[in-house]
Structures are given as structure tokens and as C-alpha cells.
């Protein structure tokens, strides 16, 4: 209990105002708090199976095994609750890589740990893999995830001349294209997709790795530094989507 | 009237048994296939807005303004009817797109037509881009569509040594990305992704062209032979979603 203390004192307190003094929570406290998370975790499940066009509130709130009514005292609406979904998973993703790769000033090897880690996600959990594919073409989604970091990376690259694309927009659509779509070919590969690719007599061995020679390839890098870049080692990335700490329902102005 | 006789005719009588005889069609039979064409095409819209898992078979026999049981007489399941949507505007539009480029030897000029033309189809029938982003990274799509032909035209540039990827996959991977990112760009474009895109001081004029160039570029072409390619005159394409040709039902075995 004294390290779960040390932990939550670790983070600043506005952003985990109910997790704070979890020792010292009044039981109403913690039940809002579980309940807050097993919404957003069956609405992950939910959104990221089916889209959130298909999902009813009350299926979420069913999964969530919450009444009906509860949901109002933690999300104004499904869109609400999609979007703090969206906040949790991919700008939490996106900010575990931004740590990881601060040190790094190379954009294309900035670039090949993003498009590996997110890959390696997709295949380590396929509802993430899934809800990507799904958010990608949603312009809403754009800003408040991966996108707008990869054109971030990318700008700095085409200002740089390390990518060789004629703008950071065409970069943005070739490898965040070529991302999604190895993501969703080995999601793919799990059922009818290993069959089309046998019969077609490719191989999906080192699918991230050559997935991601092939983005780099396509920014412009010769291919034998595409390899080079590939072939350095990927420091691990240890996150995992949590629902634990629960945005603010009404942020400030 | 004699018009239509001879267009009937001059089609093999098993894919069209039901407008065979349009002049003499006693009126159920005519009645069965005008259903079965309002079905397709509200399922069409239906699907592509909202994805298949988000649509009730009700939902679409009311927007076709047909009774319900009446939908068992034309499609055993609502994966029939997708199916069946997704043969009719993919199969259909990659038909076309053969048809056009059946005299084109090049591979990078071939792929090139494809990508202007899906980008353009995309741009005039928003729906068809739509439903062309969510069956993408769908497995059980690739197969009766744009993906397969995508694939063989890559194969046959990358056999040849016309493209520099390492394989025709990760050709697919690269290609197909660009290709429906762009798509989905495009039709962000429309709204909220306008205003993002100015604020990145980005431009989305030419995008069509631009985003072809970027494509062949990722398939290793130098950026002043995919500009050349890009720049020749695009061979107009006739082609627009039809739902009038009913498929077999039951297709022999």
C-alpha cells in the first residue's frame, strides 16, 4: 500500500485528483473511481470490436457491469467517452514514445522506433491494433494522437532534406499508410490473411522489421540504410493501455 | 423498347436471367429485381456510412422501403448483402480500371492510372471512399477487390525490376497505404482535416497528383520520372456504383 502512496505522490496531483490518497479514499470515492475505469475499459473493447457507430451506451454500460443511469455521472455522451478512449490509448501510447525517443535526433531513426513499437503493439494487442485502424481515417482522431507526432517527426525530417518526400503532408500519408496498413495485414494474418499471402507465395516473416525498411525506403533513405537503421537494436517499450487514471470530465477553458 | 432488348441480348443470359427479356419481363419479376436493386443500394449507403456491424438488416429494408421478410428472398444473411455490395463497387470499379489499362505494358504507369482514378472516385462519390477505407484492412475484403489487382500489377513491377521494393507485399503495404490514406485525407478534407491541415501551413491542392507522385516515388522511381509519369493526360474512366445487374444468388457450384 505505501508503494501504491509512492507512486501516486510521483505524478503531478491534478492529473490523478481521485487516485491521489488512495489510502485514505472514502469507499463512494473508490467506487466512482472503478466504475469511471470499467467504463472506459468495456468502451475500449466495445469501440475498438465493433466501431463506435455499432456500440449503444447501454452495451457499454452492461460490459461494464454499471446501471444505466451511472454512465451520465462520468460521460456526457458516447462521443465523450470515445474520446477520452481515444486520449487514453493513443495519446498514451504516443507519449510513452515521445519519452522514449527523446535523445534520439536522427527523424528517421525516430521515425523506424515509431513505426516498430507501434506494429509490435498492434500484434501484442489486437484491440489496439484494431481501434487504430479504425481511427486513422477519422480526421477527428488526427489530432489527438499519433498523426500529428508522426508529421511532427516528419516536418523535421523534409526540413532537414533526411527525407527525400516533396512535403511533410505526402510524408504523413506515405508512411502513416504504410504503418496502418502493416498493421492491418498482420491483424490480418491471424485468420484469412496467412492463406492469401501463402497462396500468393509471400512471406510474413520479420513483418515489422521489413514493414518499416520499406517506410524508410519510401521517405527517401538508400536501402542499405534503411537496413542499417532497422537493424539497431529497438529499446523496449514497456506500456500497456491503462484506464486507471481518469481524465477530467470538464476540462477548463 | 428495342434498345433494351438488344443491350439485354447482347450480355451471356445467366449473369442477367432477371432483365433478359425487359419488354415481355411479366411485372414480379421485374418487381424482385427493382427490389433487390433498392436493397443493394441502401445497404450500399448504409454500410459505407456507418460500417456493417453498426447496420440491422431492418435498418436497411426500411431505407429501401421494402418489408422485412421480403430481404430472405433476395440474401440468406446481412454478410450476403455486404458481400454482395462489396463485389458490385469494388470488383466493379477494378473491372473498369482493367479494362482501361489492358494496353498500358508499363507497371509504374499502370499502378499510377489506378491510384489517380481511386483517388478521383473517391473524391466524386464520397460513400464509395468511405466504404473503401473501412473494408481496407478487412482480410475478408482483399480478396474480391482492388487489393488482389493492386497486387498483381506490384508483382509484375517488382519481377521486372521497375519498382525497388523488396517484395510485392511490401508493395502492397506501401501502395495501398498511401493510396487510402490519401483517400481518407481527402475526405477529412471536407471538414475538421481542412482547418488542421492549414494549420500545419500545409496544402492540399493537386493532392491527387501529388500523392501519386509520392506513391511511385515509395516503389523507387526517381522523383523526376514519377512526376513525368504523373504528368501525362489521366484516360478518362466511365464508372459509376450500379446496382441494376443483380449477381446469383445461389452461384452453382
Excluded: C
Excluded at 101 to 113: E, F, G, L, S, Y
Excluded at 116 to 132: C, E, F, V, Y
Excluded at 220 to 235: D, T, W, Y
Amino acid at each position: 500500500m505505501s508503494k501504491r502512496l509512492v507512486v501516486a505522490e510521483s505524478v503531478p496531483p491534478e492529473s490523478q485528483p481521485e487516485t491521489r490518497k488512495a489510502s485514505a479514499e472514502p469507499r463512494g470515492a473508490r467506487r466512482k473511481r472503478e466504475t469511471h475505469e470499467s467504463l472506459l475499459r468495456a468502451a475500449y473493447k466495445l469501440i475498438a470490436e465493433r466501431g463506435a457507430d455499432a456500440v449503444a451506451i447501454q452495451e457499454i454500460t452492461e460490459a461494464a457491469d454499471v446501471g444505466f443511469g451511472s454512465f451520465y455521472n462520468h460521460f456526457e455522451s458516447k462521443d465523450a467517452i470515445h474520446a477520452a478512449v481515444l486520449r487514453m490509448v493513443f495519446d498514451g501510447f504516443g507519449s510513452a514514445l515521445d519519452r522514449l525517443t527523446q535523445a534520439v535526433d536522427d527523424p528517421a531513426q525516430k521515425v523506424a522506433v515509431a513505426a516498430r513499437h507501434t506494429i509490435a503493439m498492434a500484434a501484442k494487442d489486437p484491440l489496439w491494433g484494431q481501434l487504430l485502424l479504425r481511427e486513422w481515417s477519422r480526421p477527428q482522431s488526427f489530432s489527438l494522437g499519433l498523426g500529428m507526432r508522426l508529421l511532427r517527426d516528419l516536418s523535421v525530417g523534409v526540413a532537414a532534406k533526411r527525407f527525400n518526400v516533396s512535403d511533410p503532408l505526402m510524408g504523413l500519408i506515405v508512411a502513416g499508410g504504410t504503418i496502418v496498413s502493416a498493421v492491418g495485414l498482420q491483424l490480418g494474418l491471424r485468420g484469412e490473411g496467412s492463406r492469401l499471402i501463402e497462396r500468393a507465395g509471400l512471406s510474413a516473416v520479420d513483418f515489422d522489421k521489413r514493414a518499416t525498411i520499406t517506410l524508410l525506403q519510401a521517405l527517401g533513405l538508400p536501402p542499405a540504410e534503411a537496413r542499417k537503421i532497422v537493424g539497431r537494436a529497438l529499446p523496449p517499450l514497456d506500456w500497456k493501455p491503462t484506464f486507471a487514471a481518469p481524465p477530467p470530465i470538464h476540462p477548463g477553458p
